[in-house]
């Protein structure tokens, strides 16, 4: 497992972040970014989008009072890698990919279009 500080991982998150397109950040809706070392259940997920997909939401009861989240394991995604740079491309791909979740692009089209 490459070893990782919490600090230098969450700018390997800020810079993933940094490079999603600011006209798509701009439609992120009440969606806040969380890191943790693990999933609570033990689950090797590297990230987790939690909430209601835009392509779900109604205007019926308003807007959600709780902002949906995005988290991204640092535990997981270090165990999966070698070195830094390997990291790095493994979390922005798992920021785009939990962003996407956002937009209720599902797991099946995200593997389709590689970032699975």
Known sequence: MFQMSEDEFSELVADALDEVPGELLDLLDNV??????EHPDGLELLGLYEGTPLTDRSDVFGPPILPDTITIY??????????????????AITVVHEIAHHFGIDDERLHRLGWG
């Open 32 to 37: 806040v970014v969380l890191l943790e070392d």
């Open 74 to 91: 640092r535990g997981p995604t270090l165990r999966m890698c070698a070195d830094a740079h390997q990291a790095r491309e493994e979390v």
